[in-house]
């Protein structure tokens, strides 16, 4: 028969067993290693719970699953409803690792079914149903498991989430199983295969699992890594290293989509004052309150980068020369009227903008690269300064001249004199 096919001498039934504690105690002191390492990351926590409480569970029904005493009949119930606890709380650890909020009364609802209802079964004693509804709620929350898994499917996650997808299908199927074979004729028949089959599954799935929990981790943490490598962090713009990473690979992109490129310097008018006056806590105030106004105003595509001290840049691609001063001077005047909480007043700021512009056929062409176009909008920025501060000045390159744009507005490297802008 399929049933003795799948059964497990009791020798081996048991040392699967022990072995498959000893793994998921293991699993457990991996999770309290990661929890240490990195505290703030949220969801090893919850599977350290998880594991600890499924494990509790499993144990407590263990010893109870063949006895008929009404109280330890009771005691197996609890067992139940604790290992279906510890499978929730590894589904919910997965959800607060990408940043949702758990649902402990999905998972509550599952408990009380099987308290309640696994409880009057068992004053029926109508067993074998008991343990298929058991098996049944544990699919069900493995499945959910593996639909999480599912969703959070991206860039950079999208191995390891398919391994743990994987994992928690085999367990879901498991489970499954076990409901099936029990649900084919009498418990003492079929129990033992199912149990045999439940152990195998759950030894290979568990330990891969606990694997990839530890791989989810150190993906996590490396990726941390690399965002303070390239961000700056006080006001979180990229820095000079993600800067030229970011704007080669967006000059390259623009090359292949045939766009121009424009690019801003951004530089804040008498900051060493503020600093002076009110303090440095004051001046990273009014840094970070610049780095959120520009990051409600650009678009995703653009790359905005802090060079150093109070000098940002930002490119803009596929913007042309009209584009490109309405959106700085836009940019120039919001900053003009934010007013910036000191803690015992307001301060308010103000900018200089230097612009700079490349054709597509330009960056094509190799006329202009990023490079030429942070020097050019440097010396722009020069100028706006001279000028008189918190105005706009755009490098007149032959782009620019041939646009509609106030010749005011130009910087030239020849010794013609500017006039300034009258705003």
Request: with cysteine; net charge positive.
């Amino acid at each position: 028969m399929i049933e003795s096919a799948l059964t497990l001498g009791a020798p081996q039934f048991w040392g699967l067993v022990t072995a498959y504690v000893v793994q998921l105690l293991v699993a457990a002191m991996l999770v309290a290693v990661l929890m240490r390492s990195v505290p703030d990351i949220p969801g090893p926590g919850w599977w350290l719970a998880g594991i600890l409480v499924s494990l509790g569970g499993m144990l407590l029904a263990g010893a109870q699953m063949e006895t008929t005493v009404p109280w330890r009949r009771a005691v197996y119930v609890l067992g139940d409803a604790t290992l279906l606890i510890g499978i929730g709380l590894i589904g919910e650890g997965l959800r607060r690792f990408f940043g949702h909020r758990p649902r402990l009364l999905a998972v509550g609802a599952f408990v009380a079914a099987e308290v309640l209802v696994g409880g009057w079964l068992e004053l029926r004693s109508h067993s074998g149903t008991h343990v298929v509804l058991t098996s049944m709620l544990a699919m069900v929350l493995w499945w959910h498991a593996a639909w999480v898994a599912a969703r959070e499917l991206r860039p950079g996650y999208r191995a390891l989430l398919l391994g743990v997808l994987l994992c928690a299908l085999v367990q879901s199927a498991g489970w499954g199983l076990r409901a099936a074979l029990v649900g084919w004729g009498r418990l003492q028949d079929n129990v033992a295969a199912a149990n045999s089959v439940l152990a195998l599954v759950s030894f290979v799935a568990s330990g891969v699992l606990a694997l990839l929990f530890v791989l989810l981790v150190n993906f996590r943490l490396g990726e941390r890594l690399r965002q303070l490598a390239i961000r700056d962090p006080l006001t979180g713009a990229l820095n000079r290293r993600g800067f030229e990473i970011a704007a080669g690979r967006l000059a390259t992109l623009a090359v292949r989509m045939g766009q121009p490129i424009a690019l801003l310097m951004l530089d804040l008018d008498h900051f060493k004052r503020v600093n002076d006056t009110y303090g440095h806590e004051v001046g990273d105030r009014v840094l970070r309150a610049l780095v959120q106004l520009v990051h409600r105003a650009k678009r995703e595509t653009d790359v905005f980068a802090r060079l150093g001290g109070e000098e940002f840049c930002l490119v803009l691609p596929g913007t042309d020369v009209p584009g490109a001063k309405v959106f700085a001077d836009r940019l120039r005047r919001s900053f003009e009227a934010l007013e910036i909480d000191t803690g015992r007043s307001f301060v308010s700021c103000t900018m200089s903008i230097g612009v700079a512009y490349a054709c597509a056929s330009a960056l094509a062409e190799g006329r202009a690269d990023i490079v030429d176009l942070l020097r050019q909008a440097d010396e722009a920025l020069y100028e706006a300064k001279r000028a008189g501060r918190n105005r706009i000045r755009i490098f007149a390159s032959p782009e620019v001249l041939s646009s509609r744009i106030d010749s005011r507005l130009f910087v030239t490297t020849g010794n013609m004199e500017l006039t300034p802008p009258g705003h």
